[in-house]
């Protein structure tokens, strides 16, 4: 089965700080996708970048980027020139390709605070 | 994208009730999913709601508990059934659209369950 951790109950850094959230998984499957996704108090899941494991290249998304490692099955979250607006929940999340179970594993969750 | 609707938003019911919770989607989707977020915990999935077929439950969840409903492609219905205290938690909807190799969850606003 299918695992995600995320090692970092929380994180706080200064607003323009650089700050790199960790996520780890497990996955017999050779295609799959990754996700990071942002909880904010409002609830609602935003999904911040994904990535497709098939691909080499690191995801980016202006100010976010990944650092995908596959063969140590590592995929790190670093958000560049950090904004107040940044604070919330990201979760980390793992989809396997496989046809009718697109089903999200999430990690633990890191709560991120962006101090002023 | 996939622009869900989710009600109630949130509620406060008495132990031994049931609550129903609706999923609408603004487009046809292959994939709905059910989760649930217990207070400052991640998210667990509960049930894949298949269209024509019964749900697909996970380890720890039973449909007498957790019956689901969906009649179509765009509407999906989790009832939390003869309620108590540890069923608050938050529940999300989830889909997967139509979509060739790209692949990407959203999310219903969530609703807010508290059992008094």
């Known amino acids: 089965a299918q695992t995600v951790t995320q090692s970092q109950p929380e994180m706080s850094v200064q607003e323009a700080e650089t700050v790199t959230l960790s996520c780890t998984y497990d996955?017999?499957?050779?295609?799959?996708?990754l996700f990071w996704y942002k909880q904010p108090p409002s609830r609602q899941m935003i999904l911040v970048i994904r990535?497709?494991?098939?691909?080499?290249q690191n995801a980016t998304e202006n100010r976010f980027s990944v650092n995908f490692q596959k063969a140590a099955k590592s995929f790190s979250l670093k958000i560049s020139d950090s904004q107040l607006g940044d604070t919330a929940m990201y979760f980390c999340?793992?989809?396997?390709?496989?046809?009718?179970?697109?089903?999200?594993?999430f990690g633990q969750g890191t709560r991120l605070t962006i101090n002023p | 994208s996939a622009v869900i609707s989710q009600k109630p938003s949130r509620d406060i019911c008495q132990r031994g009730t049931s609550l129903t919770i609706q999923c609408q989607v603004d487009s046809q989707v292959t994939m709905m999913f059910w989760y649930r977020q217990q207070p400052g915990q991640s998210l667990t999935l509960i049930a894949t709601a298949n269209q024509g077929s019964e749900a697909t439950y996970e380890s720890g969840f039973v449909i007498d508990k957790f019956p689901i409903s969906r009649p179509n492609l765009t509407f999906s219905t989790l009832t939390v059934s003869n309620m108590s205290p540890e069923d608050s938690s938050i529940y999300l909807c989830?889909?997967?659209?139509?979509?060739?190799?790209?692949?990407?969850?959203?999310f219903g606003q969530g609703t807010r369950l508290t059992v008094v």
């Open positions: 990535q497709e494991a098939y691909k080499q």
């Open positions: 989830s889909v997967v659209p139509f979509r060739g190799p790209y692949t990407e969850a959203f």
């Open positions: 996955t017999s499957e050779s295609n799959y996708y």
């Open positions: 999340a793992l989809m396997e390709a496989i046809q009718g179970a697109q089903k999200l594993v």
